[in-house]
């Protein structure tokens, strides 16, 4: 596929004529959700919003892997920057999210080494290049990074590398669609399904959801003619009231996903209980080291305990990663809380959604 | 976090792919993916392929869609 290809994806007049579609198919009031951060940054920056009638609400659901990622885990990764012999390594967005008394970047203005990482296999030449530090990287994210993860730590053990830890705060996506399906106050009458998850999980990993809720989903690529395409797909099912699990991503997403990837995924990781901000503890929504590979989980190593830890007073994080409210009806938006100064992690992250808000919605 | 321009696979060494997205060349990993072939294209996360694009689908995809708008605006124009 050549970049050409790329631009018909965003061709301005085939955007047009879907939106006319819409116009005309949707009657029904209705609330779409878009589960995944890159849907609403892209959703956003194409202005796509003030182009649907007044029918179609587009909530934006918890699929930023840093806004989800709970406050006790924010305040290990700080706790494991204070030590002296530690190098923490991340992903970009991670390391502005305050904790309860400091940030990762706090830490590393104040001396501690903190390493922002392109790649995993980034923070494996850093461990091989510092034997006498214990490298951590910080795992957050969903099945599209967690094999990547999951192949640094067999990386790290075939080459025998004493010094390489990850800490697993994964999550997966299924069991939230679970968890925001069942709330009675949400309300979705119908999904827009991440796109590279799926790359990765498949179709077939949401039959059972669907089977069992029976709402409206569209798995979606991120350029405008993806996204309006799904929107015009959803609000098809919902006024012939004939709920599909639907792909519109064919060209990346397959109906088994990518077996590959989940098989190192699965090598290494097995599924645990885990706390969500703004959903709570979702049983069997995340990922922890199996035992085989006990020597490269942090959590196991430096022995940490997850403590009790509150959420920022005020913040709406939850409740908008939920759809129950919008940035501007919280009250730190914009007031004690902005991009340079971020109370919650939906300011921080490019992804989240109050960010997005932040750097758009007032120019739509 | 999910980048999603199509890369495409110019050079293979040691199970590691030079990608070009639009004339800028970087590294990825190709551990995730089978069969990997220069010249595939390929969406790339956190420094890993994760898969191959399919063509054939895009573009099929693509027909589709234009197809389903002209109809309706050309049915329009014989109102």
Same mark, same amino acid.
């Given at each position: ?12 007049? &085939? ?6 579609? @819409? ?11 878009? +589960? ?7 959703? %956003? ?20 892997? +840093? ?49 922002? *990482? !392109? ?15 214990? *490298?951590? %990287? ?54 827009? &399904?991440?796109?590279? *998850?799926?790359? @990765? ?15 409206? =989903? ?8 993806? @996204? ?20 519109? !991503? ?17 090598? *290494? %990781? ?33 022995? @940490? ?9 005020? =913040? ?13 009806? =919280? ?34 | ?5 199509? #890369? ?11 990608? $070009?997205? /639009? ?5 990825? #990993? ?9 010249? $595939? ?19 099929? #995809? ?11 605006? $050309?049915? /329009?124009?014989?109102?």
């Amino acid at each position: 596929m050549s970049i050409k290809h790329l631009h018909e994806y965003r061709d301005p007049e &085939l955007s047009r004529k879907i939106i006319e579609q @819409i116009k005309r198919t949707s009657q029904k009031k209705i609330r779409l959700m878009e +589960v995944c951060g890159t849907h609403t940054t892209s959703i %956003f920056r194409n202005g796509i919003r003030s182009l649907l009638p007044e029918t179609i609400s587009l909530l934006s659901g918890p699929g930023c892997p +840093v806004c989800v990622t709970a406050q006790n885990e924010i305040d290990a990764f700080i706790e494991l920057a204070r030590l002296d012999d530690v190098i923490i390594t991340t992903f970009g967005d991670l390391i502005r999210v305050p904790g309860a008394d400091s940030s990762l970047q706090n830490e590393q203005a104040k001396g501690r080494d903190v390493r922002v *990482v !392109y790649s995993t296999f980034d923070a494996i030449d850093i461990a091989k290049k510092n034997p006498d530090k214990k *490298v951590v %990287f910080l795992g957050v994210g969903f099945e599209t990074t967690a094999p990547t993860i999951a192949a640094s730590i067999l990386a790290a053990h075939n080459l025998n590398l004493n010094n390489y830890f990850v800490i697993s705060a994964h999550k997966l996506l299924p069991p939230a669609l679970i968890t925001l399906a069942e709330n009675p106050e949400t309300k979705i009458d119908g999904f827009i &399904l991440p796109g590279h *998850v799926s790359v @990765i999980i498949g179709v077939e990993a949401y039959i059972p959801f669907f089977e069992q809720y029976n709402v409206p =989903c569209v798995i979606a690529g991120f350029e405008p003619i993806d @996204i309006l395409q799904a929107i015009l797909m959803l609000t098809k099912q919902i006024e012939d009231n004939a709920a599909k699990l639907e792909n519109s !991503y064919k060209r990346a997403v397959t109906f088994e996903g990518n077996p590959k990837a989940r098989s190192t995924m699965n090598a *290494v %990781f097995e599924t645990a209980d885990a706390a969500w901000r703004g959903l709570g503890n979702i049983p069997l929504s995340g990922l922890k080291i199996k035992k085989e590979y006990a020597a490269f989980d942090a959590q196991k190593i430096f022995d @940490i305990k997850l403590a009790e830890s509150e959420e920022p007073k005020g =913040c709406a994080c939850g409740e908008i990663l939920l759809g129950l409210k919008i940035p501007p009806q =919280c009250p730190l938006y914009k007031n004690k809380c902005t991009p340079i100064q971020p109370v919650g992690p939906c300011m921080v992250s490019s992804e989240g959604t109050c960010a997005a808000y932040h750097r758009y919605h007032d120019t739509q | 976090m999910c980048l999603a321009i199509p #890369s495409k696979i110019v050079n293979i060494e040691n199970n590691v792919a030079t990608i $070009d997205v /639009d004339g800028v060349k970087r590294e990825a #990993s190709l551990l995730l993916v089978e069969n990997p072939k220069i010249g $595939d294209y390929v969406i790339v996360h956190a420094g890993f392929a994760i898969n191959k694009i399919n063509e054939e689908d895009a573009l099929e #995809s693509l027909k589709l869609l234009k197809e389903a708008a002209s109809l309706i605006f $050309d049915n /329009d124009k014989q109102k």
